[in-house]
Nanobody
Framework: VQLVESGGGLVQAGVSLRLSCAAS????????MGWYRQAPGKQRELVAA???????NYADSVKGRFTISRDNAKNTVYLQMNSLRPEDTAVYYC?????????????????WGQGTQVTVSS
C-alpha cells in the first residue's frame, strides 16, 4: 500500500492550497484518514481527520479555514486550506488506517505518505 501526496508549495499569506493524498495497493477498505503536519523543531500534530462515514475533527488552529474531505471511490483524501498563515508552514503528512486481507485474514494497518512541503510567506 502506498499513500502519495500532492499539492504543496510556496504561497503568500491569505491564499489557498489544496492537498491530495491517494492510496493505492492491496486495499479492502479505508477507515479513518487524516492530515498531520510537522514544523521545524516541533512535534508532528494532527491537523484534521475524517472517518469512513464522513465525521470530521480539526485542530483548533485550523477550524474555519481548513476543510478535510474524502472520495471513497478514489481512495483519496483532500485538505482544502484557505486563508493560509505563515504559522501553517510545515511538512504535511497524509495518514490512513487501511484494511487489507492477508493469509491470516483481515487486518488494519496504519500508513503514512512521504510528506509535502507547504510554505507560507508573509
Amino acid at each position: 500500500v502506498q499513500l502519495v501526496e500532492s499539492g504543496g508549495g510556496l504561497v503568500q499569506a491569505g491564499v489557498s492550497l489544496r492537498l491530495s493524498c491517494a492510496a493505492s495497493g492491496s486495499i479492502s477498505s479505508i477507515n479513518a484518514m487524516g492530515w498531520y503536519r510537522q514544523a521545524p523543531g516541533k512535534q508532528r500534530e494532527l491537523v484534521a481527520a475524517i472517518s469512513s462515514g464522513g465525521s470530521t475533527n480539526y485542530a483548533d488552529s485550523v477550524k474555519g479555514r481548513f476543510t478535510i474531505s474524502r472520495d471513497n471511490a478514489k481512495n483519496t483524501v483532500y485538505l482544502q486550506m484557505n486563508s493560509l498563515r505563515p504559522e501553517d508552514t510545515a511538512v504535511y503528512y497524509c495518514n490512513a488506517a487501511i484494511r487489507g486481507l492477508g493469509s491470516s485474514g483481515f487486518y488494519v494497518r496504519d500508513y503514512w505518505g512521504q510528506g509535502t512541503q507547504v510554505t507560507v510567506s508573509s
